[in-house]
Nanobody, 116 residues
Framework: QVQLVESGGGLVQPGGSLRLSCAAS????????MGWYRQAPGKQRELVAD???????SYVDSVKGRFTISRDNAKNTLYLEMNNLKPEDTAIYYC??????????WGQGTQVTVSS
């Protein structure tokens, strides 16, 4: 029904930048809140940022001022601009459609590794 495909991850040095993309299929993308999550080994998956259908955004404190979430409804695509990356940002990053305050659909994830 809803397919999500993340891309844009990779290996980057501390202080570097990456832009993640999430391509979504389906006809309801523009109507729903979307979020970026990440999961590091041994840790719970956490919500990093989300954006409502109206464009309101929120961020976990650890990424405020460094990450920017955005969406292009015409392209059914979600983005995460990641600047000034830190080693603690290393994780697999997932996008999800959020319904009734819970993530409902997941992509395969994209690995972000921040290391010198």
């Amino acid at each position: 029904q809803v397919q999500l495909v993340e891309s844009g991850g990779g290996l980057v040095q501390p202080g570097g930048s990456l832009r993640l993309s999430c391509a979504a299929s389906g006809s309801i993308f523009r109507l729903n809140t979307m979020g970026w999550y990440r999961q590091a080994p041994g840790k719970q998956r956490e919500l990093v940022a989300d954006i409502t259908s109206g464009g309101s955004t929120s961020y976990v404190d650890s990424v405020k001022g460094r990450f920017t979430i955005s969406r292009d409804n015409a392209k059914n695509t979600l983005y995460l601009e990641m600047n000034n990356l830190k080693p603690e940002d290393t994780a697999i990053y997932y996008c999800s459609m959020i319904l009734f305050k819970l993530p409902r659909y997941w992509g395969q994830g994209t690995q972000v590794t921040v290391s010198s």
